[in-house]
T-cell receptor
Framework: DAKTTQPNSMESNEEEPVHLPCNHS???????IHWYRQLPSQGPEYVIH???SNVNNRMASLAIAEDRKSSTLILHRATLRDAAVYYC??????????????FGQGTELSVKP | DVKVTQSSRYLVKRTGEKVFLECVQD?????MFWYRQDPGLGLRLIYF???????EKGDIPEGYSVSREKKERFSLILESASTNQTSMYLC???????????FGSGTQLSVL
């Protein structure tokens, strides 16, 4: 499985945008980029995913570099509830692998009021 | 929304006991997963299943087995619990590749 690299931690101020980076220099052409986050004492939850084009949803935006070797998760206005560990994950369609995801260490985001 | 339910939030067992962790999902998902989460090690995949009675080893299957007799239920079995299996166990399910993964709230297992 291709590997991702994220900073261990980041800080943000409430109501400001947050850009969470992820490097994945060994990404292959069929790898999707997924982002999940894990709030304290909860299981991870889906945030967003994409293949090549930038993606937006109600939670966040995903900006994918043209060469796909890096991506950035953008939270447009951080709130205290966004404090969590954010995971950037690649997944490859392998027969019978059922969409498994291999989680790395993630970035712990803290949000200051 | 999809619900993934894990039978216990907290569980305390003795070394050598046989332990069953149960997970049920209510959205007819094909694929189910068991992860464990430890401080400093992140989430690690133990086993997954892409169909009833099918199972595949993840990255750390040693000491564990699984059972998927019905589509909605995926059980993780610790045949003889050991203290190094003290961990947070997370179950997840998905409709298929590149679809959202839905997680349960986790079971914090302590083996004494």
């Amino acid at each position: 499985d291709a590997k991702t690299t994220q900073p261990n931690s980041m800080e943000s101020n409430e109501e400001e945008p947050v850009h969470l980076p992820c490097n994945h220099s060994t990404i292959s052409g069929t790898d999707y980029i997924h982002w999940y986050r894990q709030l304290p004492s909860q299981g991870p939850e889906y945030v967003i995913h994409g293949l090549t084009s930038n993606v937006n949803n109600r939670m966040a935006s995903l900006a994918i570099a043209e060469d796909r070797k890096s991506s950035t998760l953008i939270l447009h206005r951080a709130t205290l509830r966004d404090a969590a560990v954010y995971y950037c994950i690649l997944s490859t369609l392998i027969y019978n692998q059922g969409g498994k995801l291999i989680f790395g260490q993630g970035t712990e985001l803290s949000v200051k009021p | 929304d999809v619900k993934v339910t894990q039978s216990s939030r907290y569980l305390v067992k003795r070394t050598g006991e046989k332990v069953f962790l149960e997970c049920v999902q209510d959205m007819d998902h094909e694929n189910m997963f068991w992860y464990r989460q430890d401080p400093g090690l992140g989430l690690r995949l133990i086993y997954f299943s892409y169909d009833v009675k099918m199972k595949e080893k993840g990255d750390i299957p040693e000491g564990y087995s699984v059972s998927r007799e019905k589509k909605e239920r995926f059980s993780l079995i610790l045949e003889s619990a050991s203290t190094n299996q003290t961990s947070m166990y997370l179950c997840a399910s998905t409709l298929g590749p590149f679809r959202k993964l839905f997680f349960g709230s986790g079971t914090q297992l302590s083996v004494l």
